[in-house]
């Protein structure tokens, strides 16, 4: 068994991947087509690995303490969110819940804990916004194959977006940064999370489990072993539960849940949604989903609004863009979210016909 090794002094004997300032594309790397982008755009991708069977979840043997060695929280040094304080089934004076969510919402806006609105345009070189939306759902792919918890796809896209906020990386390295930052996030939030050389082999060994693990260092290091932070899952999950809402985790759960789920995920996709904070995409799912299946009926009330801390006409904007995606068949069916919404143990939430205008009446008020 290899010597197990401080996390951060590991990191300074591995090199911090160099990237040049050309893009560089492999010609070995099988295309992934989508039909809703051109192929330019997705040709830094490689499909899903699938699984079936015994080997759905297949597990590798380490030969060395490698990357692994992140799962020791203590040498982190990391303090989860205290959304872990009350989980869906828990229960939590109001007082109590109030102060969490007071401390949530300073945490997400703290600068560190936030991808630039527009790092799109003001960091990166030759990553597009589209380019960025097919790694998206490229992850959900990946989630979905590996059973990961929402949670750990939601931090996932959170430590992507904070990445790219900080280094510009070539397009053809953009598939191995979000499998290292959906390693971090599986390491963070799951009980079992893969190992490197899984997540090498769902990219159909496109890249290496050496590369994978290098990566996740890299990632640590430009975030600043800053992992934790409130996500619009944290948010809505805590939405969902003090509404009084029953969150089964047996796939089982209510349409309304699974249509917050599809909308707050559907967000994921979209750069534009980076300017929303995490808990305003969450009420705004909820406002939308509430619309979607009573659509005769005001969407928000007076405990949502203490709830969530927001008023309808806080929203609007933020209702809009989430209706514009749902409406929009290229990001809402044709993509892996919308695949996997259809489901029938997700009450197919991604074929109900979404109302055709958010009324403005909706949000012309305060409460």
């Not at 990166?124 to 759902?137: E, H, S, W």
């Not at 430590?159 to 390693?183: H, N, T």
Request: aromatic share 8%; proline share 6%.
């Amino acid at each position: 068994m290899a010597e197990s090794v401080p996390i951060r002094e590991y990191s300074e004997r591995v090199p911090s991947p160099a990237y040049p300032d050309v893009l560089e594309v492999s010609p070995k790397v099988p295309k992934r087509k989508r039909v809703f982008i051109s192929q330019s755009d997705c040709d830094f991708i490689t499909p899903v690995k699938k699984f079936s069977g015994d080997n759905k979840r297949r597990r590798w043997e380490a030969d060395d303490a490698d990357i692994d060695v992140i799962c020791d929280e203590s040498v982190l040094e990391i303090e989860k969110p205290a959304d872990a304080v009350v989980h869906p089934g828990g229960s939590a004076s109001e007082e109590d819940a109030s102060d969490i969510d007071k401390y949530l919402r300073s945490l997400e806006l703290k600068e560190k804990n936030r991808p630039i609105w527009n790092f799109i345009e003001v960091i990166q070189k030759n990553v597009t916004a589209r380019n960025r939306m097919v790694l998206v759902d490229w992850l959900v792919e990946v989630a979905s194959e590996y059973n990961l918890s929402s949670h750990t796809l939601y931090l996932a896209v959170s430590c992507l977006d904070r990445f790219l906020s900080r280094r510009s990386i070539p397009k053809s390295k953009l598939q191995l940064l979000g499998v290292a930052c959906m390693s971090v996030a599986a390491k963070y939030e799951e009980m079992s999370p893969p190992n490197s050389a899984e997540f090498a082999d769902i990219t159909d060994n496109a890249f290496t489990k050496r590369e994978v693990s290098d990566m996740e260092i890299n990632v640590l290091k430009v975030l600043e072993w800053q992992i934790g932070v409130p996500t619009t899952k944290t948010f809505l999950s805590r939405l969902l539960l003090l509404l009084s809402i029953q969150i089964q985790n047996n796939g089982s759960g209510t349409q309304l849940e699974f249509l917050t789920d599809y909308l707050a995920e559907l967000s994921l996709l979209d750069y534009s949604c980076i300017r929303y904070p995490p808990s305003m995409i969450a009420a705004s799912a909820v406002f939308l989903a509430r619309l979607n299946l009573q659509p005769d009926s005001d969407p928000w009330c007076a405990a949502l609004g203490r709830c969530s801390n927001y008023s309808p006409s806080d929203l609007s904007d933020c209702v809009n863009s989430l209706h514009t995606l749902q409406i929009n068949k290229k990001t809402s069916i044709s993509t892996a979210i919308g695949e996997k919404y259809k489901q029938n143990k997700f009450k197919s939430v991604a074929m109900l016909v979404p109302p055709v205008i958010c009324p403005s009446k909706y949000f012309d008020r305060e409460c």
